[in-house]
């Protein structure tokens, strides 16, 4: 049965709530779809999250791959197929709470980054789970810096054979999901020396484990991180390297190749080796940062109408929370910007399926711009959400701050994706690396790409409204955030020739502007938002 203030709100919508949900799921197919996902899970006993708040880490990680193992069998009952329309609404209906999700990271690095025989061998391997797969990029010494990395694939020409080290402590792999107990294989990224010549980060196919007893191979080192603020489920683990060697057919060479006698072949840019970096990003944003925020808005909201508090009134019943203009001023725009930033993904999810057919033919012309985009993007939403989750639990009260009321785990869950896939900072940095770049080309008559092009476009003058009523005009807005995103850009570029021609060296200069050029970053992503 439904709560009567419940029920009683649902009746008043004025839209028609069938049209919108098919809206969001991207059609009325989608959305049964969706729904016959969610039954099947929901109703499945093994998928049941009743006790996960009871359970201790360790039991957390033998539910999760209990879970993972019975999802196969699931998915080949239920006709399910990695790549069917069904597979990005069952992680949404498990809650991530399952086992082995860097398994699809590792299936993807081969898929983007490895040639056409690689593919062959090894992705009907992944797809069969006759192994399972990690992605083993950042170390305890370097995170989003990858040019840092310490860890050496150090080519030798006589065995044809790549030796990997992790040579002192700060090389350890760190943080890798799967990797502290479930993983047999890994995605590793490398330092690779050829002749002594180092030719920056490469991504190599290592295994870690054996397939007969799941034991350590030899040269290698691994376990389990330990305790975390949440990802209780995930065996998030750390990996040593002693001279360990791999075949010269390990290393993912749809774009570079060491040939047998040492020569280095690479197509395209250097930077495709980042690629996987930014399709999970993408990913990221749509299954775990916007889907915990919408869980949010949606326990939040619904506690406001079931929950009664003071009287609004003399003599009166006491008020749904909802009614109090200070609850709906915190929890209405978080559900105003979950529609934005679901759009928004819509959006950057058809950029990448564009850039990723272009890179396919060998054409990287769109690379730098779909890293800025999804570098930005992921900084900004992000960070809105994490701080609109914990707004959500501040508005339920104390019942907010009980892990059963799920608000605390989203919380907990949505605060890491500020930090791992590259640290929001850093990342705002790079997109402003991006933006001056294309400012100084449009400034000289260049092209620059389709999500910059305002930049070349400059509108002066005052703000159009005569009157507030003129600030319900979405136009307003546009061109408002366009000015300021604009004006942001254009003086810190300004201030950076500046430095630059007053005889400041380069990085110091930059290091010197980087406050407004994170600034200028954020305010240009808004403005794409809007």
């Known amino acids: 049965s439904v709560n009567p203030d419940l029920a009683s709100e649902r009746q008043t ?145 006589a065995t044809q054979e790549f030796i990997l080290n992790t040579p002192k402590i700060s090389a350890m792999k760190w943080w890798p999901g799967d990797m502290g107990r479930s993983a047999t294989h890994t995605v590793v990224f490398a330092q690779l020396y050829i002749h002594g010549k180092c030719y920056g980060i490469h991504p190599f196919i290592l295994q870690i484990r054996s397939l ?9 080192t691994a376990g389990d991180i330990g305790p975390k603020m949440n990802f209780e489920h995930t065996d998030n683990g750390y990996l040593l390297l002693k001279n360990v060697r791999i075949p010269r057919e390990n290393m993912l060479s749809k774009f570079c190749e060491v040939r047998p006698d040492g020569t280095y072949v690479r197509q395209g840019s250097q930077q495709i080796n980042y690629f996987t970096m930014t399709t999970v990003r993408i990913s990221l944003i749509s299954d775990e940062v916007l889907t915990p925020f919408m ?123 500020c930090i791992y896939e590259g640290e929001n900072t850093i990342l705002l940095l790079q997109t402003a690396r991006f933006l001056i770049k294309c400012f100084m080309a449009a400034s000289a008559g260049q092209p620059v790409p389709p999500s910059v092009t305002y930049l070349a476009a400059v509108k002066h003058g005052k703000c159009p409204a005569k009157n507030k009523l003129d600030f319900l005009s979405p136009d307003i807005y546009i061109e408002a955030y366009q000015h300021v995103a604009v004006r942001l850009i254009s003086n810190t570029a300004a201030k950076l020739q500046d430095l630059i021609q007053s005889g400041v060296k380069k990085h110091d200069a930059w290091n010197q502007c980087t406050v407004q050029l994170v600034q200028a970053a954020k305010v240009s992503k808004i403005y794409l938002l809007i």
């Open 13 to 157: 919508a004025s839209f028609c709530v069938e049209r919108l949900t098919a809206l969001l799921d991207g059609g009325a197919e989608q959305t049964r779809i969706r729904r016959a996902v969610v039954e099947a899970i929901e109703s499945d006993p093994v998928f049941s999250r009743e006790n996960q708040y009871f359970q201790t880490q360790n039991e957390r990680y033998e539910a999760a791959v209990r879970k993972a193992v019975h999802l196969q069998k699931k998915m080949h009952e239920m006709g399910w197929t990695d790549n069917g329309p069904e597979y990005k609404y069952i992680y949404r209906a498990l809650s991530g709470d399952v086992a082995f999700l860097l398994h699809r990271v590792f299936m993807r690095s081969i898929s983007v980054l490895g040639s056409d025989k690689q593919v062959a061998k090894w992705i009907p391997l992944a797809t069969q789970h006759k192994l399972i797969g990690s992605y083993a990029q950042t170390e305890l010494g370097h995170g989003t810096y990858l040019q840092g990395l310490e860890t050496t694939a150090v080519f030798d020409t």
């Open 295 to 417: 869980k949010a808005c949606t326990i939040a909201i619904r506690y406001s109408v079931v929950r009664r508090q003071s009287k609004l009134k003399p003599g009166e019943q006491e008020a749904k929370i909802l009614d109090y203009q200070t609850q709906q001023e915190k929890l209405l725009p978080q559900l105003a910007a979950a529609y934005a930033f679901h759009f928004t993904n819509n959006y950057l999810q058809e950029l990448f399926n564009r850039g990723y057919a272009e890179i396919h033919r060998k054409n990287f012309d769109m690379l730098p711009e779909l890293h800025a985009l999804s570098s930005g993007f992921k900084a900004v939403i992000t960070q809105h959400c994490t701080a609109g989750v914990e707004i959500c639990l501040r508005a339920c009260g104390g019942h907010g701050y009980s892990l059963l009321s799920g608000l605390p785990s989203l919380y907990t869950k949505i605060l890491a994706s």
């Open 212 to 220: 007969q007893d799941h034991s350590l191979c030899p040269g290698i």
